[in-house]
């Protein structure tokens, strides 16, 4: 359940002034490969059809979607986004598929839902938009709603692995004026989310020398040597 009926302001980055070309413009900057990202998005959330997940900036929704579809009734999906035109487009793209998806405005860094809450929490090619602090707390707010046993799953820029995506990825950081990428192309969401609390933080896949998918886990505190991280 939420805490509250309003959200706050973030000074991270929203995309809402492109929210109605967003789709297209996906399409066209990933040359065509989206669907195959999403694809195995979804292989690696390995989804039980009760699990309740979050989509931390879900944009116009199409993940999010994607989540609902696969999960039974007795799952619930909700996508957050800070942008209100991207909320309105994910809602009206549940309305015209009937999909159960929620959608509604949130921001990362103060995540209006209850402790222990979700068995997910996703975010995919979204923490590039926050500057350290805003991630750092991202990733702690990731780890309070999650239940323990809880995963999180982030998709998104990281270090790159070859030198055309070294040029991509910092010839992105200065062209766009950009600094929050640098967290990301440093590798250092990894150390973020262990500072957080997560354990067993894997690194599921990298595509393209530049986008890695990560899973981690918030631990079940009763293992021995496993403290709260507050």
């Known amino acids: ?100 998806a929620r959608f509604q405005m949130g921001v990362a860094e103060q995540l ?7 068995n997910i929490v996703v975010n995919s090619m979204f923490t590039h938009h926050l500057d350290r602090e805003l991630k750092q707390r991202f990733f702690a707010e990731a780890w309070r709603t999650l239940q323990p046993g809880g995963q999180l799953i982030t998709a998104d820029i990281d ?10 990825g910092w010839g992105g950081r200065y062209l766009l004026l950009q600094p929050e990428l640098e967290d990301n192309l440093q590798g250092q969401l990894p150390s973020m989310m262990k500072a957080a609390g997560f354990v067993k933080i894997q690194r599921l896949a990298h595509l393209h020398g530049l986008i890695s998918f990560f899973a981690a886990i918030k631990p079940i505190l009763d293992q021995p040597g496993v403290v709260p991280c507050r």
């Not at 009760?50 to 999906?77: P, Y």
């Not at 209006?112 to 979700?118: C, G, L, R, T, Y």
């Open 1 to 100: 359940m939420t805490k509250t009926k309003t959200s706050p302001i973030t000074r991270g980055r929203d995309l809402n002034h492109v929210a109605w070309l967003y789709d297209p413009l996906i399409e066209k900057l990933s040359f065509g490969r989206e669907q195959h990202f999403r694809t195995k998005t979804m292989t690696l959330l390995a989804l039980a059809p009760t699990d309740r997940v979050l989509d931390v900036g879900c944009g116009t929704g199409t993940l999010t979607l994607m989540i609902a579809e696969a999960l039974a009734e007795q799952g619930e999906t909700i996508g957050i986004d800070a942008a209100p035109r991207m909320i309105t487009i994910a809602k009206q793209k549940a309305n015209r598929a009937a999909n159960a």
């Open 112 to 118: 209006d839902f209850a402790d222990n809450f979700f």
């Open 159 to 168: 270090r790159p692995s070859t030198l055309l995506a070294k040029a991509v």
